[in-house]
Each structure stands twice: as structure tokens, then as C-alpha cells.
């Protein structure tokens, strides 16, 4: 594997994230990944994507670990509802093949364990698939925060929500669907990268307007993180309000604002006022994707220890779970020390040109 030039990938999966961005993405990572095969559970739609972007081999979701023992793939690009990361995963490193994972990484910190386990025991890597993390907006917002441009950090604040449709898998409990796991995990990794730290206690509270679409998972979820230094980081997530993405720092000296600051196909605004004077700059839209493929491709080419790793993403799941706790009992949620981990930074950006959007066949948009 270190003499190969080119890391073969199977993306698995073939929803909407991954129709929008993840296999456009190859378009920008071929320096050192390929895309050489698809898995899916439907035959059309594995055909017309196979002859758009000319893929040689096409799986079924029960040929999938004939696809692993192929001998034809390197890595897998897991892009499943979320119930299915931990067994994907692990049944991609038992057969030697290296795994980069949608978040969240799984439903629990057992999963997460299991498949952090399961790449360790068989010499694979496993990579979390956050892609803010090599994104040059969130990341310079990382930098301001850290020299200290708006004092010393002591807020933490977002939200971001969409309107789902009705029947979307995000709202379906048994596929791991509800707001938090599908977009309250960028405003808690968020506050994580910002604060540079893991939260001591969390408290939640759920809300739900009773409409049909919100049966099985809440309408919303309200959260308070609090970190050390007696730093808080405040943040609701919906599925049932209009489109929102946006953070702020809110320091001793000054505010940084993030507007789309979660976004991957739109513009992101980032704005910085100190002593009641502001400055904006605005990040045209990029290929958020593809940076991840170039950076998980590297590491497993030169046998590097990809980030953002498994731990990144258990460190996630960890906090969700116990916001959950919180919102079911009423009572704030007390979690333990952590050892420090490597956060993300500047360095790690690699700017791509957007994409051109994909025609997409049976997936649609989750957002109404």
C-alpha cells in the first residue's frame, strides 16, 4: 500500500450527501484517490451513477463484503444513516480496508469504541468526516479566537435549524435521526475547536410543536455546555424553523460571528467587532469535501494517524448521549475528565473550488 499512488475508494451509500458532494469531490481529490466503486441497496440508482462518473465496480448492500475481500478497494467513505456506521465500519476493518465515517460516528460511545477498537486491532485508519475542520472560514475563526483578538473567549453561542421534510430519514428514530445528532453535533463540535477544551456538564431541554413529522424524534433541543473556566457554550438545533447556521464567540474585548458558518453550499461570513468597530470578510463556496479525501488519503499512504480521528468523533457522541440524559430527566449531566487531544487548526485547511451541482437520482434534498 505505501508504493500505491492512489487510494481506491468505495463510497457507501448513495443518499443525498452523497450524491451533492461526496462523489463530486473526487473530482478535486484524484492527486492521490480514486473512486472505483459504489454500494447501494438500488439497482437504478447504483447504474446511473456508475455511468456518470465511470466507477468499474458495483455493489449491492448484501455484496458488500464481497466488495471488502475484493482486493479492488483500499478504503470505504461511509455515507449510511447513522444505525449502520458501527457495523459498516468494523466489518471494513476486519477486512483490511481503511474507513472514513460520516458523523455522527455512531449512536454511542460503545459503537464508537468498537470501531476505534476494530481499526487498531487490524492496523487500519479510521477518520471522523468532519470537514469544517479543513475549512478556512471555521478554522481562521479558530486562529482570531486563540491570539486573543477578542479577549478572552467566555461565550459560546448558535443555532442552527432547517425545516425537514416530512418522512425524511432524519426523522425516524431507528435510522438515529433528530436534530441532534444531525446538526446539534456541529454546534458542540464547534464549541469544542472553539474553546479548545471538553465540556465538565451539560444540561438540555427538548421541545417538540406536535406536528405529524416529529412522531418519532423532538422538533428541537435547547443546550448548555459548560467547559472549564466557567466558559458556556449555548446552542438550540431544529428541525421545525427556517434556515439558520450561525455562531458566535463572544469574548471580553469583542464578538466573532460566523454566518452559514455550518454550511457546505453557500458562502460563509465572518465578522469581528472589538471596541464597537467591525470588520467582515466573506469565504466564497467551496469543495469542503474533497479536502477530507486528500487528507485521509495522505495519511494512509505515509501512515499517518488521520484527523479528525475516532476519538474526535466519540468525544462527540459522548456529550449528544448525555444531552439526551439531560433533556429526559430534567437534570444537568456531570462528564468526566478527558486527556487532551490534538484540536484542529489552520494548518490542516486546503482551499478546493465548489462543485457544480450533481443532478441527483432518488435522493432529494432533507430541507423543504
Not at 472514513?100 to 492496523?123: F, N, T, V, Y
Not at 456529550?319 to 462528564?335: F, K
Request: charged residues 25%; contains cysteine.
Amino acid at each position: 500500500m505505501a508504493a500505491a499512488r492512489k487510494v481506491r475508494y468505495a463510497v457507501v451509500g448513495l443518499g443525498h450527501i452523497a450524491q451533492a458532494a461526496v462523489l463530486p469531490a473526487f473530482g478535486h481529490a484524484k492527486h492521490n484517490s480514486e473512486l472505483v466503486a459504489l454500494v447501494s441497496g438500488d439497482r437504478k440508482k447504483l447504474a446511473a451513477l456508475g455511468r456518470q462518473y465511470r466507477v468499474p465496480h458495483l455493489y449491492r448492500y448484501d455484496q458488500y463484503d464481497r466488495c471488502l475481500r475484493s482486493g479492488r478497494v483500499d478504503a470505504v467513505y461511509l455515507a449510511l444513516p447513522n444505525h449502520l456506521h458501527e457495523s459498516y465500519a468494523v466489518r471494513a476493518a476486519r477486512a483490511g480496508v481503511h474507513v472514513l465515517c460520516e458523523k455522527p460516528l455512531a449512536l454511542s460511545e460503545r459503537e464508537c469504541r468498537q470501531m476505534i477498537d476494530a481499526a487498531g486491532r487490524h492496523d487500519v485508519k479510521l477518520m471522523t468526516a468532519y470537514r469544517l475542520h479543513f475549512d478556512a472560514a471555521n478554522m481562521t475563526a479558530v486562529q482570531e479566537v486563540g491570539k486573543g483578538r477578542i479577549g478572552q473567549s467566555r461565550i459560546f453561542q448558535s443555532v442552527f435549524s432547517l425545516q425537514v421534510k416530512p418522512g425524511n430519514i432524519r426523522v425516524k428514530r431507528r435510522f438515529g435521526g433528530g436534530p441532534l445528532w444531525d446538526i446539534g453535533i456541529y454546534c458542540v463540535n464547534a464549541a469544542r475547536y472553539l474553546f479548545r477544551d471538553e465540556p465538565v456538564e451539560v444540561f438540555a431541554f427538548s421541545a417538540n410543536n406536535g406536528e405529524a413529522r416529529f412522531r418519532e424524534v423532538e422538533e428541537m433541543v435547547s443546550a448548555t455546555l459548560r467547559f472549564p473556566g466557567d466558559r458556556l457554550a449555548i446552542f438550540a438545533c431544529s428541525f421545525g424553523a427556517t434556515d439558520v447556521s450561525a455562531y458566535e464567540v463572544v469574548g471580553t474585548k469583542g464578538v466573532l460571528r460566523l454566518d452559514q458558518a455550518y454550511e457546505y453550499a453557500l458562502p460563509i461570513k465572518q465578522t469581528i467587532t472589538v471596541n464597537g468597530k467591525s470588520m467582515s470578510r466573506t469565504y466564497p463556496k467551496r469543495d469542503q469535501f474533497a479536502p477530507q479525501l486528500l487528507h485521509f488519503s495522505d495519511c494512509i499512504l505515509n501512515n499517518r494517524r488521520p484527523q479528525p480521528s475516532g476519538e474526535e468523533g466519540l468525544r462527540d457522541v459522548r456529550i449528544i448521549r448525555a444531552l439526551y440524559r439531560s433533556a429526559e430527566t430534567g437534570r444537568p449531566v456531570a462528564l468526566a475528565a478527558m486527556p487532551a487531544i490534538e484540536r484542529p487548526s489552520r494548518r490542516r485547511v486546503r482551499t478546493k473550488p465548489s462543485v457544480k451541482k450533481p443532478r441527483e437520482f432518488h435522493a432529494t434534498p432533507p430541507s423543504q
